[in-house]
Nanobody, 115 residues
Framework: QVQLVESGGGLVQPGGSLRLSCATS????????MGWYRQAPGKQRELVAS???????SYADSVKGRFTISRENGKNTVYLQMNSLQPEDTAVYYC?????????WGQGTQVTVSS
């Protein structure tokens, strides 16, 4: 059974930072291309960052230079370091494979950027 469990969200002021974690089980993590996605109220879910099994990364233009995705194969975990957060980054953040598998969505973690 595949489980993807996101954590690390919270309320942060504009300009602040958060580090999200996604602990995985039930997949062969070391060969899994992973992604962080987000869904803001009233908007479609979007891919914001991805990392290949070899560690190559890619980012949406809206987060490039501010977010960093990384992976720790020994812990079956993928991370998203988010710096210089802005109100428009407010969303529920999810991890999944890239491309995503519909059945693998977890509960996500809420990130709220507000003063």
């Amino acid at each position: 059974q595949v489980q993807l469990v996101e954590s690390g969200g919270g309320l942060v002021q504009p300009g602040g930072s958060l580090r999200l974690s996604c602990a995985t089980s039930g997949i062969i993590f070391r060969i899994a291309p992973m992604g962080w996605y987000r869904q803001a109220p009233g908007k479609q879910r979007e891919l914001v960052a991805s990392i290949s099994m070899g560690g190559s990364t890619s980012y949406a233009d809206s987060v490039k230079g501010r977010f960093t995705i990384s992976r720790e194969n020994g812990k079956n975990t993928v991370y998203l370091q988010m710096n210089s957060l802005q109100p428009e980054d407010t969303a529920v953040y999810y991890c999944n494979l890239n491309p995503f598998r519909p059945a693998y969505w977890g509960q996500g973690t809420q990130v709220t950027v507000s003063s």
